[in-house]
T-cell receptor
């Protein structure tokens, strides 16, 4: 089955620790995204990547880092600089520029819930 | 003003009834719109896309009003399984593609 796999489902971070959230897709999509969702708020874009080896900051990139070394993978690191990391993190992908009208449709993984110990 | 605004609800709907709610957006150049459904503690899933004046898929109808800059979602013959939060999503075209704007969602609760 094609889809987006996020792991782990739950993650706990100790103070001063960096943690990495995994996101893998087998949809052959060019674009990938990381969002953060807090209760009662809309999704906020952390980072996005339109192509391998390239990525851009979203609206709330401070305290986060990403890499895009492979088309299938877009891991997110929550660094110790992110002082309020507790949230639901969602990874998404879309076909990309070659996708015609459907290029903007984003498909989501099941998410990772990050909490601070 | 938020880029995409939705009434948070909840909209309490008797089973079998019709419910409708709106979403307003701030960028008049926006070209494509989406409704996603998000169940509690789950990921958003695409419900329907809206590229022109509207779209219909079974019991769900989306209408786009460009002059007033809002889209609506109507659910007919509501089922218990329709209980969810419905996210309005807008492609603002400030970039050529990719960066979507998400509303905070409208909660719908269908009761027996």
């Amino acid at each position: 089955d094609g889809g987006i796999t996020q792991s782990p489902k739950y993650l706990f971070r100790k103070e001063g620790q960096n943690v990495t959230l995994s996101c893998e897709q087998n949809l052959n999509h060019d674009a990938m995204y990381w969002y953060r969702q807090d209760p009662g708020q809309g999704l906020r874009l952390i980072y996005y990547s339109q192509i391998v080896n390239d990525f851009q900051k979203g609206d709330i990139a401070e305290g986060y880092s990403v890499s895009r070394e492979k088309k299938e993978s877009f891991p997110l690191t929550v660094t110790s600089a992110q002082k309020n990391p507790t949230a639901f993190y969602l990874c998404a992908s879309s076909i990309g520029a070659s996708g015609g009208p459907a290029k903007n449709i984003q498909y989501f993984g099941a998410g990772t819930r990050l909490s601070v110990l | 003003r938020k880029e995409v605004e939705q009434d948070p609800g909840p909209f309490n709907v008797p089973e079998g009834a019709t419910v409708a709610f709106n979403c307003t957006y701030s960028n008049s150049a926006s070209q494509s719109f989406f409704w996603y459904r998000q169940d509690c503690r789950k990921e958003p899933k695409l419900l329907m896309s809206v590229y022109s004046s509207g779209n219909e898929d079974g019991r769900f109808t989306a209408q786009l009003n460009r002059a007033s800059q809002y889209i609506s979602l109507l659910i007919r013959d509501s089922k218990l399984s329709d209980s969810a939060t419905y996210l309005c999503v807008v492609n603002p075209l400030t970039d050529s593609w990719g960066k979507l704007q998400f509303g905070a969602g409208t909660q719908v609760v269908v009761t027996p």
